[in-house]
């Protein structure tokens, strides 16, 4: 069992809660020194960062939003000296202004510190070659591996992205171990590969697979035609990049979150209260060690559930959230109850003979929302049976059938699970 820093990664719970604590701390006077973020916690509510006397009361204080790093650009949340930054990268997202994150000396010490965690905990040691498939550029994903690997001593090959062939070329030449990659460019490879004399990559043992979410089944896939373990990074432009915030170890029981970086909270979306352990909602992240660009309970808009606080298989203490399922923007609210459509995919999936085609169907008349669920399934399969399994699991019970396999209407590409009527 390796770890990159044994004595931080299996810290007791107790020590890491002290050590959130004293960050938290921290982090408000370092904000509080700084204009933009002293006027934001003001008109939100917040009078003294010295109020903060417990984890408890973080609670209290106010969220930050994407649309405040968008209101801050280029550097106006910046908590040091213009001088003291040495690289920023930058996301631009689908709506205009871009959202900026700049880094001291010691906010790349941390983030390289966190990804040679991630590396290690995929089973990566120094001198294993490690191909880099993330664009080096403003995006975070290629400069956050290459100062992962610096950290640790993987042989990097930096191949950024695109070109297929040579992906390959150099995974073979180089006797690449693991690779790095968004996880929908993989078939790309593995379509290449099938098409070539040559099949397989022997020397392949690990991929890590970031900014995306992707199914168990699809890593499955994956994991058996490349003779592969698949790793699960988390992290994003604004928590300081690609693994800042964690990755899933090898028992795969949910990503392990670095607790002596950032506090972890869920939500629920509507109504901004945290929600009970095991519940799902929105993930919200503070840091307690950065300097450039601190965060202050930030709503990722991503959706997860704490699964556990209890020290993991592997050894290491840090809390478990659940792969991310899915964005706060698929939420859907019906009789008061929130679900998200990957809640339903999985909960199908548990009654056996359900295949994997399905429907939600919201009706809405009179501000009331009805709930179709459809789903395929092999003969004897019963509807009785689907809907006491959603009732279990979904809190109500949804109206629904059961078709026969080849019955629902497929879309290409990306499917489409949600459909929204509104009858007058
Ligand atoms: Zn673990």
Redesign the pocket.
């Known amino acids: 069992m390796k770890f990159w820093n044994r004595e931080v990664e299996t810290m007791s719970r107790d020590a890491l809660e002290a050590l959130q604590l004293k960050g938290l701390q921290k982090t408000l006077r370092r904000v509080w020194g700084c204009e933009w973020w002293r006027d934001l916690l003001r008109k939100r509510g917040m009078s003294d960062p010295e109020d903060v006397k417990s984890l408890d009361d973080l609670r209290n204080l106010p969220f930050l939003t994407k649309e405040d790093f968008r209101e801050a650009y280029p550097l106006k949340m910046s908590t040091v000296d213009r001088r003291e930054l040495l690289e920023f990268h930058m996301s631009s997202g689908s709506t205009g202004t871009p959202v900026v994150m700049a880094y001291t000396k010691n906010d790349l010490n941390q983030w390289a510190d966190t990804m040679a965690r991630c590396f290690t ?1 995929a089973g990566l040691e120094a001198g294993d070659a490690f191909q880099i498939m993330p664009t080096f550029g403003l995006f975070n994903g290629g400069f956050g591996c290459y100062h992962g690997c610096r950290k640790m001593g993987l042989f990097c090959v930096p191949a950024s992205s695109g070109n297929t062939e040579r992906q390959i070329k150099l995974m073979r030449d180089f006797r690449v171990k693991g690779f790095c990659s968004v996880v929908s460019y993989v078939p790309r490879i593995i379509e290449k590969l099938d098409a070539s004399n040559d099949p397989d990559i022997p020397s392949l043992r690990v991929g890590v697979f970031g900014s995306e979410t992707f199914s168990d089944e699809m890593r499955k896939k994956i994991e058996n035609r490349l003779h592969i373990e698949c790793f699960d990074i988390y992290g994003m432009t604004e928590t300081g990049g690609i693994g800042t915030t964690g990755q ?4 795969h ?2 990503i ?1 979150v670095w607790d002596d970086y950032y506090i972890t909270e869920v939500i629920d979306p509507a109504t901004g209260k945290n929600v009970p352990d095991g519940e799902y909602g929105e993930v919200v992240f503070t840091s307690l060690a950065r300097e450039a660009m601190p965060i202050i309970r930030y709503r990722t808009h991503d959706i997860s559930r704490i699964l556990s606080r209890e020290k ?5 203490t840090h809390i ?1 959230i659940d792969r991310i399922t899915g964005r706060t923007d698929d939420m859907l609210i019906v009789k008061g109850v929130n679900f998200y459509p990957r809640q339903v995919e999985q909960a199908l999936m548990e009654i056996p003979g359900v295949k994997d085609e399905f429907q939600i169907i919201l009706e809405e008349h009179n501000g009331m929302t009805d709930v179709t669920i459809n789903v395929e399934a092999e003969p004897g399969v019963t509807g009785h049976t689907v809907a006491k399994h959603l009732r279990e699991r979904l809190g109500f019970l949804p109206k629904g059938d059961v078709f026969p396999v080849g019955a629902l209407p497929r879309s290409e590409g990306k499917a489409k699970r949600v459909i929204r009527k509104k009858i007058d």
């Open positions: 905990m899933d170890c090898s028992a029981a949910g392990h993991c298989a592997c050894g290491r478990r």
